[in-house]
């Protein structure tokens, strides 16, 4: 059975969802998280939504 639905929900953000990671400055990469980094809320990808959860440094 197909999964038609699978990532509807980023169609309606800026780029579908995709931009630069305010952390590890990857472009063109999945940012769907909002993070506060040094006080600022930014968008960050799943890499680093994981590795700030982990404990891990930039």
Do not use: F
Not at 10 to 19: E, F, S, V, Y
Not at 29 to 52: H, P, R
């Amino acid at each position: 059975m197909s999964k038609s639905h699978r990532g509807k929900g980023i169609l309606d953000k800026p780029a579908r969802g995709r931009g630069t990671c305010a952390r590890c400055k990857k472009e063109g990469i999945k940012v769907l998280y909002e993070q506060e980094i040094d006080g600022n809320k930014a968008q960050i990808c799943k890499y680093c939504k994981a590795a700030i959860k982990n404990g891990k440094p930039a």
